[in-house]
């Protein structure tokens, strides 16, 4: 009888010596942090192509480095979507955002608005001129709307969901929500700017919101794109590449 109890006893300490072992392992795997999905590219998602227009690119009149290296990317991207907005930076002459409306001032400055700071930019995408038009190798054929933007004249509008002084909307909201749209994916002109506040704005309107880092390219005015993604980070905007759409 003796022997066999110690026989037990060796048996029950293997057994939660490996009980031991197992919990501990499976701890571990609890701690690993999950594998990332890749983006649900389906009905409920849609590709928002933010300013691709000439005065954005090389030769325009507010040219971002390298803009156009973004339209092979786009139009790769854009075929995996059954759903494609753009926004399109339309402003008047003599727009309130332009430096030359500011006698004495420079393009870069800025200047208290009355809906807050404004950056002084060079005269750009004015209404009806070449700088304002799509790059011409942009190829969305099925994009199915145009949201227009910064055409008010005396307030700037970077996001393609509300205009610079955070009250009037652009109807980009609605439009997406009548859709059934959960998930916006954002690329475009510029990272920092226009792209940036589209994103935000998307995730405060309550869209699972992407950026494709590198279907954007940056102006970085004086920190300005560091600032853009710490921003975004802050309301879980996931930063991706176009290889997560793609591969």
Same mark, same amino acid.
């Given at each position: 009888?003796? !022997?066999?109890?110690? *026989? ?18 499976g ?7 999950p594998v ?12 928002? &192509? &933010?300013?691709?227009?000439?005065d ?18 786009i ?6 979507f059954?759903?494609v907005v ?5 402003h008047t002459?003599?727009?309130? $955002?332009?430096a $030359?409306?500011?006698p004495?001032?420079k ?6 608005? %009355?809906y !807050? ?9 004015v ?8 790059h $011409?190798?942009?190829?969305?054929p099925?994009?199915q709307? *145009?949201?227009?933007k910064g ?7 970077y %996001?393609?969901? &509300? ?8 109807? /980009? ?6 859709? !059934? ?5 954002? &690329? ?5 700017f ?9 995730a ?5 919101? /992407? ?8 102006i970085? /005015? ?11 980070a802050?309301?879980? *905007?996931?930063? *991706? ?7």
């Amino acid at each position: 009888m003796a !022997g066999r109890l110690r *026989i037990d006893r060796r048996e029950l300490i293997a057994g939660a010596t490996a009980l031991t072992a197992v919990a501990a392992a499976g701890a571990g795997k609890a701690q690993e942090k999950p594998v990332q999905d890749k983006p649900v590219i389906d009905e409920r998602a849609v590709l928002i &192509v &933010v300013d691709v227009q000439n005065d954005f690119c090389p030769g325009g009149s507010l040219a971002v480095a390298r803009g156009d290296e973004v339209v092979p990317v786009i139009n790769a991207i854009a075929k995996r979507f059954a759903n494609v907005v753009l926004t399109q930076d339309w402003h008047t002459r003599g727009h309130a $955002s332009f430096a $030359s409306s500011h006698p004495g001032r420079k393009p870069f400055e800025t200047i208290a608005m %009355s809906y !807050g700071p404004q950056v002084l930019w060079p005269e750009h995408c004015v209404q009806g001129t070449k700088g304002a038009e799509f790059h $011409s190798g942009l190829d969305l054929p099925h994009a199915q709307t *145009i949201i227009r933007k910064g055409y008010r004249r005396h307030i700037d509008s970077y %996001s393609g969901f &509300v205009e610079a002084d955070r009250q009037t909307p652009t109807g /980009l909201t609605g439009y997406l929500r009548e859709r !059934g749209i959960l998930r916006a994916i954002v &690329v475009g002109l510029a990272t920092d700017f226009c792209v940036n506040w589209t994103a935000q704005d998307a995730a405060k309107a309550g869209f699972e919101t /992407l950026v494709v880092e590198d279907a954007c390219r940056a102006i970085d /005015l004086n920190g300005s794109l560091a600032k853009a993604w710490a921003d975004m980070a802050e309301l879980d *905007i996931q930063r *991706i590449n176009a290889s997560d759409l793609l591969g």
